[in-house]
């Protein structure tokens, strides 16, 4: 026997199925909303159906915009001789937070994986390579993930793209502030050497 009426376990069921959402929180969510006002709800639903019928990804970097070209693309100020290639949309974001990059982007929708079936063929890479071309870009920065799949994504990238003669590198990756040296891995402790600055 069920403790909740049926649509509250089917709608617990589906919030269950969101990234980071585990049977507490999809409860604690469900409770949430059915105390909601209908207004708010209204507006929620909405604001779901608009974005996902109304976002698509950029003709240009493959990042998620609501025109032709997202607002990096189009806006003049970027300095568009330089990419930065991301696996997903939302680390444009934390890449933004810095303040520090002024170039473009390309978002390559995921990484490469084998053994899950992700090869080349999945990643969005026809139109980074068609942009290589008549845009003169100077330098690919890669920024995917430092794992086994961003890795070999990166090194697969690199090959691809050093015989257009552009320019390819790495982001550094290594020790974040705050931490401490003896709770690092030996490949974090490498990176952070190999992308040690002259002080």
């Known amino acids: 026997m069920n403790a909740f ?3 509250l376990e089917k709608m617990m069921e589906v919030l269950k199925r969101l ?3 585990g049977p507490k929180s999809a409860q ?3 409770f949430f909303l059915l105390q909601c006002e209908e207004e708010y709800i209204r507006t929620l639903l909405q604001s779901i159906s ?3 019928f109304t976002i698509r ?3 240009q970097c493959n990042n998620y915009t609501n025109a032709d070209r997202c607002e990096i693309c189009a806006d003049p100020r970027r300095d568009h001789s330089t990419i930065c290639v991301v696996e997903r949309p939302f680390e444009i974001a934390a890449i933004e937070k810095s303040r520090h990059f002024r170039g473009a982007y390309h978002v390559l929708h995921g990484a490469l994986s084998p053994i899950n079936g992700i090869g080349p063929d999945e990643l969005k890479l026809a139109n980074l390579l068609s942009r290589l071309q008549p845009q003169h870009v100077t330098e690919v920065i890669i920024a995917t993930n430092p794992d086994v799949e961003g890795e070999a994504t990166a090194l697969y ?3 691809l793209i050093k015989p257009l003669q552009v ?3 790495r982001i550094a990756l290594g020790l974040p502030m705050g931490s401490n040296l003896e709770y690092a891995d ?4 490498t990176r952070a050497l190999e992308g040690r600055t002259i002080l």
């Open 167 to 169: 320019k390819v590198s």
């Open 28 to 30: 604690r969510i469900a």
């Open 186 to 189: 030996e490949i974090t402790i």
């Open 157 to 159: 990238l690199a090959q």
């Open 5 to 7: 009426t049926e649509p």
């Open 50 to 52: 608009d974005a996902r």
């Open 57 to 59: 990804l950029c003709g």
């Open 19 to 21: 990234p980071g959402i």
